[in-house]
């Protein structure tokens, strides 16, 4: 089972925009626009594939630490998978990964992991291509997300409808 988490922005554009105006414009209405702060926000998830499906995708809210890592995401979504199909688990070097609760409890869980995955290299994981066509197709979506919670909506439905042989 390969995983990894990922962070979707809300807006993609880097956040400017060019303005051209007169030197006595600098406040006119017509010469400025709502600007959010850092993209209008972002939502993580989580998510896992194997040869024969995905899991479902998980909201990653606030910052993973490792117990969280463990309650959240390994005891409900990857310890039976792992069970019932023999699998072997692939993470990253991610901190609540490392963590010695978290290698403690996959061990006392028989979890076999890969160790040790190469550090910097997410291009080595094949869910990453998942996580570009999750991309594209939230992107598509008319009309696009507007909040937060319409992202993480379309989030799920998108990953809920990306076909198997879009995972193989």
């Not at 463990?70 to 070097?93: A, C, K, S, W, Y």
Request: glycine share 6%.
């Amino acid at each position: 089972m390969f995983s990894y988490e990922s962070k979707f922005l809300l807006e993609r554009q880097d956040g400017r925009k060019r303005v051209f105006r007169r030197v006595n414009e600098r406040f006119v209405p017509q010469c400025l626009s709502q600007a959010r702060a850092f993209g209008g926000g972002s939502v993580m998830v989580w998510g896992g594939i194997t040869a024969s499906g995905k899991t479902p995708l998980v909201t990653v809210h606030g910052n993973l630490t490792a117990r969280r890592y463990i309650d959240e995401i390994l005891r409900p979504h990857v310890v039976p998978v792992i069970h019932n199909q023999g699998l072997t688990f692939m993470q990253d070097n991610a901190p609540a990964h490392r963590a010695r609760i978290t290698n403690q409890f996959l061990y006392e869980n028989n979890i076999p992991v890969v160790h040790p995955w190469p550090p910097y290299s997410p291009d080595l994981n094949p869910i990453e291509h998942l996580w570009d066509l999750l991309d594209r197709r939230v992107r598509m979506r008319q009309p696009q997300p507007q909040t937060l919670l319409q992202l993480k909506r379309a989030l799920h439905e998108e990953w809920d409808n990306i076909p198997q042989q879009a995972v193989k």
